[in-house]
């Protein structure tokens, strides 16, 4: 998402699914961090 503004209401939104246990912590790191993580390092240029 590229609007800055959005990513305090979807992290808030994400952790109260994640408190309520309707997603796994586990599940959205592996499908969701680790994969934005390793997409980002072939984005960025490195220095």
């Known amino acids: ?3 800055l503004s959005f990513h305090d209401s979807l ?3 994400v952790a109260i699914l994640i408190a309520r246990q309707c997603l796994l912590l586990e599940d ?12 980002a390092g072939t984005v960025l ?3």
């Open 11 to 13: 992290a808030t939104f």
């Open 1 to 3: 998402v590229s609007d």
């Open 28 to 39: 959205l790191v592996r499908c969701v961090a680790i994969p934005s993580l390793l997409n």
């Open 45 to 47: 240029p490195s220095p």
